[in-house]
């Protein structure tokens, strides 16, 4: 890991297009600001490990709940067509 | 120049058993999934007995599949702002269940986009707060409707 000091109000570049200025420090908060291209997104680490994590747990949901769950859950329609996609899905049937 | 022809791929999936897809339904996710950034193309299946959840299958381990919902069934006033052009791509939330109770929750903070024509999809991460990565889908038992 490349390891910079920097103090605040100073800059440091990551490509041509990245900057991340110190904007102050106080009782070991650090705030940043960053100016990057909107195609580069910029979150808290956190958040995408939450999301990774969140991801790991909906590919081990347990079939059988989640569809017993189903059954007795009545999801509205409404607002479903501000979907375009639903005709794009594979339908399958139950195959006993 | 890319082949016309439609090539038929099957896979073995965990739930619903040998599925055929047709090479023409394949989502190819650049980036993946967050957590799971080397799975790479999906396709979309609609299970009958998961309706009206649809599920996002992986092609390259069929075993990795996540259920998914249409955020504007959650949430009505939905908003992705600008992260989604709706006259061109779709968006699907992922679902998990809770530990304890039994409640579906959906994932509003990352929905996935998947482009209609361009068969390219991508898990975006909002700014807002607004969201919450496991908001309930709020259900009635069949009693209570």
Redesign the interface.
């Known amino acids: 890991m490349l390891v910079l000091s920097r103090k605040v109000g100073e800059v440091v570049t990551i490509g041509n297009s990245i900057e991340i200025t110190v904007i102050s420090y106080d009782r070991g908060v650090v705030r940043l600001g960053i100016n990057a291209p909107k195609s580069i ?1 910029v ?1 808290r680490k956190e ?2 490990d ?10 081990n ?3 059988d ?16 067509e ?5 005709h ?8 006993d | 120049m890319e082949k016309q022809e439609v090539t038929i791929l099957k896979i073995k999936t965990l739930h619903f058993g040998e599925i055929e897809i047709e090479n023409d339904k394949i989502f190819h996710f650049p980036d993946g999934l967050l957590g799971f950034e080397k799975f790479n193309n999906f396709v979309l299946i609609n299970h009958e007995e998961t309706e009206p959840l649809r599920w996002l299958i992986s092609i390259d381990d069929p075993t990795i599949g996540f259920p998914l919902i249409n955020p504007w069934m959650v949430d009505i006033k939905y908003n992705p702002g600008k992260n989604i052009d709706l006259e061109t791509e779709a968006a699907f939330v992922v679902i998990t269940l809770g530990n304890k109770e039994r409640v579906m929750t959906a994932n509003m903070k990352a929905p996935l986009v998947l482009g209609v024509e361009t068969r390219e999809g991508r898990q975006i991460v909002m700014s807002s707060d607004k969201y919450s990565t496991k908001q309930p889908v709020i259900h009635t038992t069949s009693e209570e409707v």
């Open positions: 997104a979150h958040i995408y939450k999301i990774a994590e969140t991801n790991k747990e909906s590919s949901v347990e079939f709940m989640l569809k017993d769950l189903l059954k007795n859950t009545a999801i509205s329609s409404i607002g479903s501000k979907n375009k996609l639903e794009l899905a594979i339908h399958n049937t139950k195959k």
